[in-house]
């Protein structure tokens, strides 16, 4: 089973039926002078970079305290930051409670909290649902999560011998890559006697925003759980082109690494090109390399990436949680 998944409707939206998704907003009729986006994951960010890119009035509405929950808070921030100064609106903290169709075909969107945004269209992008109803699934007693994913085991199958699921069906990491690696596994497990789990650890991924995102590996937050040393090697500046160019941007590196074994635990990067880094880091951080191996690395001048080799001294430490 490899049927995928679709964006997550929200039926209990009074006025839902006048909301758009990622699908839709692909084939517009007409460009919108103003939308809302509901969201505050990778597809409601790219999309608000989009809207905005192409001159849409645009507000990112979002129920949690920061976007991008999972990402390295310094890149969630930052993003953030540079976002609202390009003139992106985005209202953490809220949810619509309501979208009213007005009698000149515009909506208006209740928010928590009292406020009201009138737009042109309202995208929902809250996450994405496994594509799993009206296939008789649970008449054969196939274990599924309470979202409707399907539950396998590190091999894809599931609790019935003969049926396997692999990709957004499984609800394990929803990425395109991801399903086809989960594809390639299942081949060599039932096809070929190579029994093969996919690995789900180390993953390289980006986010198309302006400025884009790439990133691998663990965040800051995440490593100071897991280790009790953890230096972190941080970078920010403006890069050559926009110097050049009189942009303001500023780029974003930043290095997690275990202050025990030197071993590399995450690479996050905001700026140009960051997502082409991503996946070369992403192999590096893979064969388990360290911070030494990097420092012995050669720069390549001048490039954004050499700050990723000639970040010698830690700028600060977490010990047993506690920044030092």
Not at 9 to 29: M, Q, R, T, V, Y
Not at 82 to 103: D, F, N, Q, Y
Not at 169 to 176: A, E, H, K, P, S
Request: charged share 25%.
């Amino acid at each position: 089973i490899a049927t995928g998944g679709r964006p997550a409707a929200h039926p209990a939206l009074p006025g839902h039926e006048h909301c758009i998704f990622s699908n839709e907003a692909f084939d517009l009729k007409e460009l919108p002078k103003a939308i809302m986006i509901e969201g505050g994951g990778y597809i409601a960010v790219e999309f608000a970079n989009i809207f905005h890119g192409l001159g849409v009035d645009t507000t990112l509405v979002y129920r949690g305290k920061e976007i991008l929950s999972r990402f390295d808070m310094d890149l969630r921030r930052t993003l953030h930051e540079t976002m609202e100064k390009k003139g992106i609106r985005i209202l953490c903290h809220a949810v619509s409670e309501e979208i009213r169709k007005r009698p000149d075909g515009r909506l208006d969107a209740f928010l928590t909290g009292g406020q009201t945004l009138t737009v042109d269209q309202v995208m929902l992008a809250i996450g994405r649902l496994p594509n799993t109803e009206n296939m008789g699934l649970e008449g054969i007693g196939l274990e599924m999560t309470q979202a409707g994913a399907i539950k396998v085991d590190e091999y894809s199958r599931t609790n019935i011998d003969n049926i396997w699921a692999i990709g957004d069906v499984t609800n394990r990491v929803q990425l395109t890559p991801v399903a086809i690696h989960e594809a390639m596994c299942f081949v060599e497990t039932a096809f070929k006697g190579n029994p093969t789990a996919p690995d789900h650890e180390t993953i390289a991924t980006a986010v198309f925003s302006q400025p884009e995102i790439g990133t691998v590996g663990l965040s800051e937050d995440d490593a100071v759980k897991r280790f009790a040393d953890i230096e972190i090697y941080r970078a920010s500046f403006r890069p050559m082109r926009h110097t050049l160019s009189g942009r303001d941007e500023k780029m974003l590196i930043k290095l997690v690494v275990d202050g025990a074994t030197r071993k590399m635990l995450g690479a996050h990067i905001l700026g140009p090109d960051a997502g082409e880094m991503a996946q070369l880091l992403g192999i590096p951080l893979k064969a388990g390399l360290t911070k030494d191996d990097f420092d012995r690395t050669m720069a390549v001048h001048p490039t954004a990436a050499e700050e990723l080799v000639t970040m010698y001294k830690p700028t600060y430490r977490v010990k047993d949680g506690q920044r030092v």
